[in-house]
């Protein structure tokens, strides 16, 4: 079964320092990983979409890392803005496409300005 | 694009009615759509999976009566809270995924029942 660890739980920074933001997973038999975020009492908006064969992806100040042997996933924000505090949820679906995700706990962030 | 889109975005109901939450797929076609539930400061539970022209798959412990799906079209579910309660306010999401683009999330609906 798969298990999907997000570490640190809550993470608070000054406004302009880097984000790094963890995600382990424990079945590296996946089809993808992606990165959400989600803002108080909002649904979830895709922040980043990384393929089983890719090891990273960019959008902006945020990249994705994904290695799939060691199981495990970076997100970088880079120079963190107030806007930027949410929570940030990594999830997998198993191998095959279309089932159900299996959710990191996220991580709370809070950018102080 | 892949965009799911949720309503209503918030009910206040009173208890003992019953309750309709409306998931679409804007731009593809959904032969699956998942419903989650959500409780303050914490992370989104699987609540069922709703398949296109065949029954919802229930999670461990969700009670298929209370919580009707129907997944009728290929770009609409809707979930129906029956009997609603007090215990029944929450947040519930719906997700669908569309190949290239993962899971795709609505924006949500915030049930409270008085």
């Known amino acids: 079964k798969q298990e999907v660890t997000q570490i640190p739980a809550a993470l608070s920074v000054p406004e302009g320092e880097n984000l790094v933001l963890n995600c382990s997973f424990t079945?590296?038999?996946?089809?993808?990983l992606q990165w959400f975020r989600q803002d108080p009492g909002k649904g979830l908006t895709s922040l980043l979409l990384?393929?089983?064969?890719?090891r990273e992806q960019t959008s902006g100040r945020l990249n994705a890392s994904l290695d799939k042997s060691s199981g495990r996933s970076t997100l970088y924000i880079a120079a963190s803005q107030p806007g930027d505090s949410a929570t940030y949820l990594c999830?997998?679906?198993?191998?095959?496409?279309?089932?159900?995700?299996?959710f990191g706990g996220g991580t709370r962030v809070l950018v102080k300005p | 694009g892949a965009v799911v889109s949720q309503h209503p975005s918030w009910v206040i109901c009173k208890s003992g009615t019953s309750v309709k939450i409306e998931c679409r797929s804007l731009?593809?076609?959904?032969?699956?759509m998942f419903w989650y539930r959500q409780f303050p400061k914490q992370s989104l539970m699987l609540m069922a999976t709703s398949n296109e022209g065949s029954k919802a798959t229930y999670e461990q412990g969700v009670e298929k009566d209370k919580f009707l799906i129907n997944h009728a079209s290929l770009t609409l579910s809707t979930l129906t809270v029956t009997s609603a309660h007090p215990e029944d306010s929450s947040f519930y999401i719906c997700?669908?995924?569309?190949?290239?683009?993962?899971?795709?999330f609505g924006s949500g609906t915030r049930l409270t029942v008085v």
């Open positions: 997700s669908a995924s569309r190949d290239s683009y993962g899971y795709t």
């Open positions: 990384i393929q089983s064969s890719q």
């Open positions: 731009d593809f076609q959904a032969t699956t």
């Open positions: 999830a997998v679906p198993p191998k095959a496409a279309g089932n159900k995700l299996t």
């Open positions: 079945d590296s038999a996946i089809y993808n």
